[in-house]
């Protein structure tokens, strides 16, 4: 499977030691960037790269980093088609996958141990989504909003 990494400064160290191991895995890895430290850079456009190339590549997976995760996941939102989401513990990043289909995990570099942030990704990148009728009907309905940009009727 490929993997589209993406980060900011604060996520340099983590998508670094993540590139690393995730090859060694077995994952094919594509560095979205940064390629080098740069403690003045700004998440969005590694974000937004990571997003349009998880979206272009059916069947791959992204994960997008900085010291909370949250901008991070705002703006891999932005591009149409990425369900990314926040992920903080291994349960929200197995159900990240198995309800929601998200083909993108956030996560903040300074919120957990290396080790710890590794376990959250391997979580995310090992779990497949359910095919529950409920939740394919959920994700329905926010893919038909990002195509229409209509909102759907109040049940």
């Not at 791959?60 to 939102?77: D, F, K, P, R, T």
């Not at 926010?142 to 940009?149: F, G, H, I």
């Amino acid at each position: 499977m490929r993997v589209y990494l993406g980060s900011d400064h604060a996520g340099y160290e983590l998508k670094t030691h993540l590139a690393n191991h995730l090859a060694n895995q077995g994952y094919e890895v594509v560095d979205v960037g940064p390629h080098a430290f740069d403690p003045d850079d700004d998440y969005p456009a590694f974000c937004l790269h990571t997003g349009a190339r998880v979206v272009a590549d059916p069947g791959s997976l992204g994960v997008v980093i900085g010291g909370s995760g949250n901008g991070e996941q705002i703006a891999a939102n932005k591009i149409a088609g990425v369900r990314a989401a926040l992920a903080w513990n291994l349960e929200t990043a197995q159900l990240a996958r198995e309800h929601n289909d998200a083909n993108i995990v956030a996560v903040g570099a300074r919120q957990h141990t290396l080790d710890g942030a590794t376990a959250i990704v391997e979580a995310f990148l090992a779990t497949a989504y359910s095919g529950n009728e409920r939740h394919g009907r959920r994700i329905a309905q926010m893919a038909e909003y990002e195509r229409t940009r209509q909102l759907p009727d109040l049940p």
